[in-house]
């Protein structure tokens, strides 16, 4: 092959398909639309054009029962078929085939050309650890619960108790919008002065990721709105916009301020055997790919599940140095508390957010407890001791695995 071309993986089941000849298909329909009835002059023309069958792998073990037979494809599709954008190359490669059948895209492997055009995380981990001035343990994240029908005191007031317990990023809900009890300037005002005042107390820097809403084309707009307003973080429903919304935003310069990419609508995507985008791909390589500096997935361990393993690919993507961009924070999300930190820092590491919502807000002793019983987790395990020896000397630590229990597995 001559030219620049960029590569997606697909895993079709068809229990008797012939999966070259399909393959082939998949090559010559999603590009030229046709090959063996053009004439030698046009062939020579189109050549350029014409997507290559890179590999087919058949998996048909002995005793396969009915739907499981399946073959992993790869076509690479001549980047000169379209424009430098995630949009382009989406519908290229899986726009009408996702409708034929079941077929799953698994992976892209874009070309260096594409990935050229996008400049990805404005931050990234390390930007974001140089924010807050973090270096040596997981990040901590709380959530904004009951956001919906409050005024700008009471979340103001929701806002400063989570700062005081010593969490390093709050985020808004991903529900909660523009509306007249907390517009978004007012909203934001606030929250951040609550950080100030928080930080009086604790001495911590604080990052707090309001809900960037709005019509399309009025997102940039409202994006710096908020930040003239003091805010220094944005989260973005990103699969609702389209991953090209977040790429314009991250290339913005003016939109001078780390990105976490909410995963709202991704189950519609990820979750079938047969059908949709992998959660590696959809909630990793893309996010990141896009601009996302961080990039919320459900977790394996708790109230939305996503298999453990699965968990794990996300987070390999989005911290792989294979890719030009720089890492994003993984943040694997819902049903976390501080008896889930020992598990969380094992499969993940040192570059991940714990994050939670109820795990901090539901601790008996409050919401500003309850990050300090999170934050004394994150301090058990770097010290080698169990949550519960921790526990015997830090009392919020101890309330809170009183309440939900340790899990190391």
């Not at 792989?320 to 930190?341: C, M």
């Amino acid at each position: 092959m001559t030219g620049s071309y960029s590569n997606a993986t697909y895993r079709l089941y068809d229990d008797n398909a012939d999966f070259q000849k399909k393959a082939q298909g998949i090559a010559v329909g999603l590009t030229v639309g046709s090959w063996t009835e053009l004439p030698e002059a046009a062939k020579e023309q189109m050549q350029k054009h014409l997507g290559q069958v890179v590999s087919v792998e058949v998996h048909e073990p002995e005793g396969v029962q009915p739907g499981e037979r399946y073959a992993d494809i790869t076509i690479a599709y001549p980047d000169v078929n379209f424009s430098r954008d995630i949009p382009a190359f989406l519908v290229t490669a899986f726009g009408k085939l996702s409708m034929d059948g079941k077929i799953k895209l698994l992976d892209i492997a874009p070309s260096a050309d594409f990935l050229s055009a996008f400049p990805g995380p404005k931050f990234g981990v390390q930007g974001v650890r140089d924010l807050l001035g973090v270096h040596d343990r997981p990040l901590v994240m709380s959530i904004f619960k009951s956001v919906i029908g409050h005024d700008i005191t009471n979340l103001r007031e929701q806002f400063l108790q989570q700062a005081l317990g010593g969490v390093d990023l709050i985020k808004d809900d991903e529900i909660l919008f523009e509306n007249p009890l907390t517009p978004l300037e007012e909203r934001v005002k606030a929250c951040m002065s609550a950080a100030r005042e928080a930080e009086q107390i604790t001495g911590q820097k604080l990052l707090y990721f309001t809900n960037l809403t709005g019509s399309t084309f009025q997102l940039k707009a409202n994006a710096k709105r908020a930040i003239a307003a003091g805010a220094n973080g944005l989260l973005f429903n990103v699969l609702a916009y389209g991953f090209d919304a977040l790429a314009e935003l991250a290339a913005d310069p003016e939109i001078n301020v780390p990105i976490a990419a909410h995963p709202a609508m991704a189950g519609a995507l990820y979750p079938s055997l047969h059908h949709g985008i992998s959660a590696p791909l959809l909630l990793g390589k893309l996010m990141r790919i896009a601009g996302a500096d961080l990039s919320l997935f459900p977790s394996p361990y708790g109230s939305v599940v996503m298999p453990r393993d699965e968990n794990l690919a996300v987070m390999e993507a989005l911290l792989t140095p294979s890719l030009p961009q720089k890492p994003s924070f993984p943040v694997p999300s819902a049903g976390i508390h501080p008896g889930l930190v020992p598990l969380i820092m094992g499969d993940f590491g040192p570059e991940v957010v714990v994050n939670a919502g109820g795990g901090v807000h539901g601790h008996p002793g409050g919401s500003a407890d309850g990050g300090r019983a999170f934050r004394q987790a994150v301090d058990a395990v770097k010290a080698g001791l169990t949550l519960e020896q921790y526990a015997t000397d830090h009392e919020q630590l101890r309330i809170a695995i009183e309440r939900w229990g340790v899990r190391t597995s």
